[in-house]
């Protein structure tokens, strides 16, 4: 089944410890993407990927790192969380070409909690 | 830069009542626009999406939605709203700007809820 798939889906944590959510896709797309959501602000893009090893900031990239060694892998690191960063997280995918272009494919989320 | 809006925050209707979840845009050349749903505890799920050709667009579950480019609008509908539908319906907006093509931009979101 084609499916993008984070983990974990739930997360709590405390201020200041280094956590990681992984994302992988097996549809083979070249790019990649970050979104935070939050109540009344829709989607906010982090960072994303257009193929291996090239990464760029999205809107909202402070305090988020990402990297992309594989073409199905981008995980999300947050070095020193904090409170702010409390918030429901999506990776997405999509094909860079052809008649699918640009319909991104979403996880389920993981929803973080920094106290 | 491009950006789209959507200004209701929940649209209330009848199971079997035509629905509409409006949405406007501001585009620099021609749009490119996508309709996503999430429903509760699940990722978005695209839709449709309008790039060029006929101003109506056939989606998903039996939504569509029309492109106006006068009033520079993307409203979403569906002819007879089930409850299955309640969920949260975003627009999105591909962002041209410089090499950020695969770019969406999303609106805030609209909460769509079917009374049985």
């Known amino acids: 089944e084609a499916q993008v798939t984070q983990n974990p889906r739930y997360l709590i944590t405390v201020t200041g410890k280094k956590l990681t959510v992984t994302c992988s896709q097996n549809?083979?797309?070249?790019?990649m993407s970050w979104y935070r959501q939050d109540p009344g602000l829709g989607l906010r893009q982090i960072y994303y990927?257009?193929?291996?090893?090239?990464?760029d900031k999205g809107d909202v990239p402070e305090g988020y790192k990402v990297s992309r060694k594989e073409k199905r892998n981008f995980p999300l690191i947050l070095e020193s969380p904090s409170p702010n960063q409390t918030s429901l997280y999506f990776c997405?995918?999509?094909?860079?070409?052809?008649?699918?272009?640009?319909?991104?494919?979403f996880g389920a989320g993981t929803r973080l909690s920094v106290l | 830069a491009q950006s789209v809006a959507q200004p209701e925050d929940q649209v209330n209707v009848a199971e079997g009542n035509p629905l509409t979840v409006k949405c406007t845009y501001s585009?620099?050349?021609?749009?490119?626009l996508f309709w996503y749903v999430q429903y509760p505890n699940r990722g978005l799920q695209f839709l449709l999406k309008?790039?060029?050709?006929?101003?109506l667009v056939k989606g998903s579950y039996g939504f569509e939605a029309e492109f106006n480019k006068s009033q520079t609008s993307f409203h979403l509908k569906k002819p007879s709203a089930l409850v299955s539908d309640s969920a949260l319906y975003f627009c999105?907006?591909?962002?041209?700007?410089?090499?950020?093509?695969?770019?969406?931009?999303f609106g805030s979101g609209t909460r769509l809820l079917v009374r049985p």
């Open positions: 997405a995918s999509s094909l860079n070409k052809g008649i699918k272009k640009n319909i991104q494919y």
């Open positions: 990927s257009m193929n291996v090893e090239v990464t």
């Open positions: 309008y790039i060029t050709g006929d101003n």
């Open positions: 549809m083979n797309h070249e790019y």
């Open positions: 999105a907006v591909r962002d041209i700007d410089g090499d950020s093509s695969y770019k969406l931009i």
């Open positions: 585009v620099s050349g021609n749009p490119y």
